[in-house]
């Protein structure tokens, strides 16, 4: 047989076994079920695709079960009553020794500084994956770090001082985010369905103008807020503020925005001034208070355009008697703004304001209050009292009443604190946690530890029951604070 015709039936075979085996590959019934992926399916409801193309929630995983429900919660940004302060009855330690408090466990995170929300037993927190380019909510176990479920989606944006930015809000029924260019999500806490979604930036957002900007150039740090089972945002552009229902997404009111103000950093902080619940909002451009109650609910109540810093992180905090203190960063400081009530009328004054040389001033976490007395660490502009813990009376935010002094500095004064029964848990940048004891107008410095070999531990932290956990731009930890035996 000559060389060709062997190369003709050579051919000729493989192209009779590749058309056989093609065939069984396209007619055999498969040994596994296929199923087609349809609106819908993976708990998720039927939703329109948005312009570049991102479904929101779109993905789910399991990955373990539930091993205990513990007792204790941290809800949201600030905790369940907003001001930072757990009221857990657990006994805390009241000094740590050399080894520091006991670490529970400790995980991964993509980088960024959203902090963890907690509820019976499930610790939440909205992660970026960077390998798959997806915000990525994760549910654990608060007592043993166990991963139990995630839900995801793919949405691409530059790195920029990190990808994620806020803490979740969590109740029984609820489970709300807001991702880092304002993607929400509406969650089953407990086996992550998925209700609704709302793309803030899309639906809100004022093409062609700067103000009608939703997203701010770091990237949302608004966390959401449930009240009542109604979930605020604080979009800016087309709506200043929404109220959705979290049974349904829909919306139930949305607040006109005729100052053109837009969403900062800071997050939606409910309080109730001259007997009228609102919601107080530090936007770019000014700041405002909506009503939170009655027939009037989502009307704006007031605003002033007389404290507008380019940058805010920190909110607002109610001083009481119609007060509220409001932060700026980079220097911008603090200012002192005047509610006012005539019948069912209200208006904002700003009766005073200070750069952050020449005051109390936050860079980016919210001053606690506690005792007629605002507990903040320094920004780093902050002239002699730079980084450090200090404390001023509400009646005088100009001058402090006490400070951690110029050899008790705490990295770059960006690092948080939280309270628990007269115990301030301080994080610097760097990983170190102080334990002080709080007086009414001074602290005791009791403990210190390396906690994390941090680079910016810049998010909140939160306590439920014993556990507190914090984390850095990598890592999240869990530690036993409880008083031992």
């Not at 296929?34 to 609106?39: F, G, W």
Request: charged fraction near 20%; aromatic fraction near 10%; include cysteine.
């Amino acid at each position: 047989m000559s060389s060709l015709s062997r190369n003709t039936l050579l051919m000729g075979s493989a192209v009779v076994i590749f058309a056989t085996v093609f065939s069984w590959w396209i007619f055999a019934v498969p040994s596994y079920d296929v199923i087609a992926r349809l609106p819908g399916m993976d708990n998720r409801p039927p939703q329109k695709q948005i312009s570049d193309s991102i479904f929101i929630g779109e993905f789910f995983d399991t990955v373990n079960t539930l091993d205990e429900i513990l007792p204790g919660s941290w809800p949201r940004f600030r905790g369940a009553d907003f001001d930072n302060i757990s009221k857990d009855p657990t006994p805390l330690a009241e000094k740590w020794d050399t080894s520091g408090p006991p670490v529970v466990w400790q995980t991964t995170l993509g980088e960024g500084y959203a902090g963890p929300a907690i509820h019976n037993g499930r610790l939440y927190i909205l992660d970026y994956n960077e390998r798959r380019k997806a915000d990525m909510l994760r549910c654990f176990s608060l007592k043993s770090g166990k991963e139990l479920w995630r839900r995801w989606y793919n949405v691409e944006f530059k790195r920029n001082h990190g990808y994620s930015r806020t803490i979740p809000a969590v109740t029984d029924k609820y489970l709300v985010t807001v991702g880092p260019r304002s993607h929400v999500m509406c969650i089953d806490p407990v086996d992550g369905r998925l209700f609704w979604t709302i793309d803030l930036e899309r639906e809100y957002g004022i093409p062609g103008k700067a103000k009608g900007k939703i997203t701010p150039e770091f990237y949302s740090g608004q966390c959401p807020l449930i009240d009542n089972d109604i979930a605020i945002f604080a979009p800016g552009g087309k709506a200043l503020m929404i109220g959705v229902d979290c049974a349904t997404g829909n919306v139930l009111w949305k607040t006109p925005n005729p100052d053109s103000l837009r969403m900062s950093h800071t997050s939606v902080m409910p309080m109730t001034i001259h007997g009228k619940k609102m919601y107080v909002y530090a936007a770019l451009g000014g700041v405002c208070g909506v009503s939170a109650e009655g027939d009037d609910r989502g009307k704006l109540l007031w605003s002033t355009k007389e404290w507008s810093p380019s940058i805010t992180v920190a909110s607002p905090v109610y001083l009481g008697n119609g007060e509220i203190a409001a932060f700026g960063s980079y220097g911008a400081g603090t200012a002192r703004i005047a509610i006012t009530r005539d019948g069912s009328g209200f208006r904002a004054v700003v009766k005073e304001q200070h750069k952050s040389s020449g005051g109390i001033a936050s860079e980016q976490h919210t001053p606690i209050l506690i005792d007629n007395h605002l507990w903040a660490v320094m920004p780093e502009n902050a002239g002699a009292l730079k980084r450090q813990l200090a404390c001023y009376s509400i009646s005088n935010l100009i001058t402090p009443v006490w400070s951690s002094g110029k050899e008790s500095r705490f990295g770059k004064g960006m690092g948080p604190f939280i309270l628990s029964d007269k115990q301030l848990y301080l994080l610097d940048d760097e990983g170190t946690l102080y334990l002080f004891n709080i007086e009414k107008t001074s602290a005791t410095l009791v403990s210190s530890h390396k906690i994390l070999a941090a680079i910016e531990a810049w998010s909140p932290m939160a306590i439920a029951g014993k556990y507190l956990v914090m984390r850095d731009s990598h890592n999240m930890i869990c530690l036993d604070i409880s008083k031992k035996d």
